[in-house]
């Protein structure tokens, strides 16, 4: 995988911190020239700046072009890792629902939709989504946000099945806890379901390029947590009500 890095064209957004500027460090520790994108200019710039990479700040649904061009016109790697946590029930304001949708699946389209015609035409290219194990699963107290991280997996795995036989490589990471901001700014509903086995951004990293290593699709930072999606197909209502005790823990805890 070194060499397959080694002086790549990498773009990671939402690189200001937590996952993403884990990412954008092990691609730029592996010899990759990497655009760091961030919302928050100043966070971009000081990831950047660490790693010897470029600073491209704004909203990562548009930056694609500019960040291409300061790559020299080639993106070898996309990681579209920008995200928002957005909670509440199906009650949650319609800018919340829209905001999540636009974030975590749109921008994901939007960039696909730059980058493929140039990976298509030369046969190459990497598309890594950061997901969630939201996506595989579910989030109690997250409406919006376990419903779009639920489209930008089902994005990811188009993508793969469609365009693999020209190239096309996916990767779809999905996580558990992972010790970031977000994680954070999950209150109560994260206190008991994800801060107790969650880890750092640095093993999200690893666990990315060990997947590429194996090119696997899927990559769980997690482990185990093939064994609840695996019981989730298997039975839906065991596995719904189990999930529900959760849920109703929850609530008499709050």
Same mark, same amino acid.
């Given at each position: 995988?070194?060499?397959? !890095? ?11 911190g937590?996952? %993403?500027?884990?990412?954008?460090? @092990?691609?730029?520790?592996?010899? +990759?020239?990497v ?11 000081k ?11 704004? &909203? ?15 993106v &070898? ?7 928002? %946590? ?9 800018? !919340? ?5 636009? !974030?975590?699946?749109? #921008? ?13 035409e030369?046969? $190459? ?8 194990a ?15 991280? =639920?489209?930008?997996?089902?994005? +990811?795995?188009?993508? $793969?099945?469609?365009? @693999? ?13 992972? @010790?970031?901001?977000?994680?954070? #700014? ?13 880890i750092? *951004?640095?093993?999200? +990293? &690893?666990?990315?390029?060990? %997947? ?8 769980? *930072? =997690? ?9 989730? +197909?298997?039975? *839906?209502?065991r ?14 805890? @709050?």
């Amino acid at each position: 995988m070194v060499e397959a !890095v080694q002086d790549a064209g990498v773009i990671v957004t939402g690189a200001g911190g937590g996952i %993403g500027a884990a990412l954008a460090r @092990r691609f730029a520790a592996e010899g +990759a020239r990497v655009v760091v994108n961030d919302l928050d200019a100043a966070k971009a710039k000081k990831v950047a700046d660490e790693i010897g990479g470029i600073a491209v700040p704004g &909203d990562a649904s548009t930056i694609v072009a500019d960040a291409r061009d300061a790559l020299g016109g080639t993106v &070898d790697v996309y990681c579209a890792n920008a995200g928002v %946590g957005s909670g509440g029930t199906e009650a949650a304001a319609e800018q !919340v629902w829209a905001l999540a949708w636009d !974030v975590n699946v749109m #921008a994901h389209v939007r960039a696909a939709h730059e980058l493929l015609p140039a990976w298509l035409e030369r046969g $190459s290219g990497r598309f890594v989504s950061t997901v969630s194990a939201a996506g595989l699963l579910t989030m109690i107290g997250a409406a919006p946000y376990a419903v779009t991280k =639920h489209g930008a997996y089902a994005f +990811a795995e188009w993508l $793969s099945l469609t365009y @693999r036989h020209r190239g096309l490589k996916v990767h779809a990471i999905c996580p558990q806890g992972v @010790r970031t901001d977000m994680l954070a #700014a999950t209150g109560s509903a994260g206190d008991l379901v994800l801060q107790p086995t969650a880890i750092e *951004p640095d093993d999200v +990293a &690893d666990a990315l390029f060990a %997947g590429m290593d194996e090119d696997r699709f899927l990559i769980l *930072p =997690h482990p185990e947590a093939a064994e609840y999606y695996q019981a989730r +197909a298997a039975d *839906p209502d065991r596995w719904l009500t189990n999930m529900n005790h959760i849920q109703q823990k929850w609530e008499a805890g @709050r």
